[in-house]
């Protein structure tokens, strides 16, 4: 088992830019987790996905920030457009509702927007 | 609104002794308890997980739980070095909520 996957692992863009995050769940796992953390703020739930639906983006931090779960293997984070305040590592997580054995988080990408 | 606190340290301990990291939560309902470990520059890393109330132990980590008292606590005996890291505390919802919600985390450092 491979874990969640993460890319890219570090992305630097200046601010305005398109930033595209991606992740790959855990193969049988039927729920999607992305967060976001800082120092400040901790971790902070952005959007959760079950079974391939987005169920809670409560999260989302405005409209430039939007999440996309195609299929069961893959998610993207994207933001458009960047800006300073985004920097933070953003990580995805997967689970399986109904086998309560916690969250497995993928290796997070370091976003650095300039 | 499903709170967690912790406190965040850093708590010191020498090499060799318990560490006790606590954790109390607001949802009265909630169900599922989790510890995760998280190095700096790391994700966080699943350790232990607890339902019922009472103790359970793996190796040297020994999570505590009790519901009436809304608190969950981390024991970790024989500290070594290595164990230095933050620790997450983290609940799982009610009502069929499968959403998490993690504490900030207590930084724990262990001195040689």
């Known amino acids: 088992d491979a874990g969640v996957i993460q890319s890219p692992r570090h992305e630097v863009t200046e601010m305005g830019q398109e930033v595209t995050l991606r992740c790959k769940p855990i193969s049988g796992h039927n729920s999607l987790f992305w967060y976001r953390q800082t120092m400040m703020r901790g971790l902070e739930l952005l959007i959760y996905?079950?079974?391939?639906?987005?169920?809670?983006d409560s999260g989302m931090p405005e409209d430039r920030f939007s999440a996309k779960m195609p299929n069961a293997s893959f998610s993207t984070l994207k933001i458009q457009p960047s800006e300073p305040r985004d920097s933070a590592v953003y990580f995805c997580?997967?689970?399986?509702?109904?086998?309560?054995?916690?969250?497995?988080f993928g290796s997070g990408t370091r976003l650095t927007v300039v | 609104q499903k709170e967690v606190e912790q406190n965040s340290g850093p708590l010191s301990v020498p090499e060799g002794a318990i560490a006790s990291l606590n954790c109390t939560y607001s949802?009265?309902?909630?169900?599922?308890f989790f510890w995760y470990r998280q190095y700096s520059g790391k994700s966080p890393e699943l350790i232990m997980f607890i339902y019922s109330n009472g103790d359970k132990e793996d190796g040297r980590f020994t999570a505590q739980l009790n519901k009436a008292s809304q608190y969950v606590s981390l024991l970790i005996r024989d500290s070594q070095p290595s164990d230095s890291a933050t620790y997450l505390c983290a609940l799982r919802g009610t009502g069929g909520s499968y959403i998490p919600t993690f504490g900030r985390g207590t930084s724990l450092i262990v001195h040689p």
């Open positions: 997580a997967s689970s399986h509702t109904t086998k309560a054995y916690g969250y497995t």
């Open positions: 949802d009265r309902g909630s169900q599922s």
């Open positions: 996905f079950n079974n391939n639906v987005p169920i809670d």
